[in-house]
């Protein structure tokens, strides 16, 4: 038998958040479309990244195993002992209680290997050196925040010690939690993919700002009353993208174009009453005022 084709080299960090009992993936290739082999994730149950001549079937079938109640180690080994080619393999696995396992093939191209720590694992094959898993891990550990901006963290410091030694090319962010998705009604919190940009991770940074716009929660330090000069700079902004035909409207007609502004944009969920703005939609608008030549 020949080498295996379609080796998806990559690194990879699988999390757990014990406070929020969110789990997810995060991870990056020189692999076109890496998100829609690598990373899997039910709420409540467990987190799998599998990779390297992945075997997609560990996702589904893991996290059936996990749900049974099987630990993260039992369900690797479960996933192994049926599989002729565990050794091109790599996997990486959470369960709802922290506990990991990492798995690395001995026919997996070097460098490859994984390391598991406190509520994660993290692994990759054909990386550019060990730093760059154990960066990962470190990132993980030393970050606040989010479980999905720790995992994003861990992945710019993976890329920034050492990276895959053949490159970038996608990336992709998976974090779930009971009815932690959108309008409470999915348990899917986030699910970006980069399937081919010459800088994966800083996209995916960037989509992950978008959708913080989108679903994030408004924070009441950042409600404002649109008056002095936060209502001119508004106004300024709204007429240079076309919701406006004078800087110098009225008040009534800066609202309603700034209403027709947030509709425009799917900001709904951060509308405020009357006469006030959320600093983070004011800047949107600010940088995309900005960006019109």
Known sequence: MGEPSNIIATFSIVGFDPHTEELGVAVQSKFLGVGSVVPWAKAGVGA???QAFANPAFGPEGLTLLEKGLSAEDTLNELLKKDDQSEHRQVGIMDAQGNGATYTGKECFEWAGGVTGQNYVAQGNILVNQATVTEMGTAFEKNHG???ERLLASLKAAQKAGGDSRGKQSAALYVVKE??????????????RVDDHPEPIEELERLYRLHQMYFGAVKSENIKQIEGNLKS???????RLGYLQSELASLED???A???YIYTENFEDREQKRGYLDLEVFDFLKQ???SEK
């Open 233 to 239: 700079d508004t106004a300024s902004h709204l007429f």
């Open 258 to 260: 700034f209403q027709n």
């Open 254 to 256: 800066i609202l309603d």
């Open 48 to 50: 799998i990244a599998t």
């Open 146 to 148: 989010s479980l999905a």
């Open 179 to 192: 009815a932690g998705g959108y309008g409470g009604l999915s348990d899917v919190m986030v699910d970006l």
């Open 288 to 290: 995309q005022a900005s």
